[in-house]
């Protein structure tokens, strides 16, 4: 069993920056992929970046890249989210994700999920 815990979520104006964190804990992840996704009100959950643990490639959605870089710390169990030039279409809440193996794309494919962090850019 994989425990996430996601933090660093708030409020913040239109081309700032939050840094998001997903604690993982409950067993070893050396072989899984962690992502971010996220769902705006009304809207379907996204994907949004991913991180294979052991390698360290990353992925990242067409509407996230060259703002946001997801980064992992073996050594602490975490993941992160740099989010700069956040823009307004970025509010929505937050989820971190695991899944055994390679990075999906597809949240149906992800085994533990996070609570979710709420993440609100003002114009």
């Known amino acids: 069993q994989v425990q996430l815990v996601e933090s660093g979520g708030g409020l913040v104006q239109a081309g700032g920056s939050l840094r998001l964190s997903c604690a993982a804990s409950?067993?070893?992840?050396?072989?899984?992929?962690m992502a971010w996704f996220r769902q705006a009100p009304g809207k379907e959950r996204e994907f949004v970046a991913a991180?294979?643990?052991?390698?360290?490639?990353?992925y990242y959605a067409d509407s996230v890249k060259g703002r946001f870089t997801i980064s992992r710390d073996n050594a602490k169990n975490t993941r992160y989210l740099q989010m700069n030039s956040l823009r307004p279409e970025d509010t929505a809440v937050y989820y971190c994700?695991?899944?055994?193996?390679?990075?999906?794309?597809?949240?149906?494919?992800?085994?533990?999920w996070g609570q979710g962090t709420q993440v609100t850019v003002s114009s």
């Open positions: 994700a695991a899944r055994p193996g390679y990075y999906s794309g597809n949240d149906y494919r992800y085994d533990y």
């Open positions: 409950g067993r070893t992840l050396s072989s899984y992929a």
């Open positions: 991180i294979t643990w052991s390698t360290g490639s990353t």
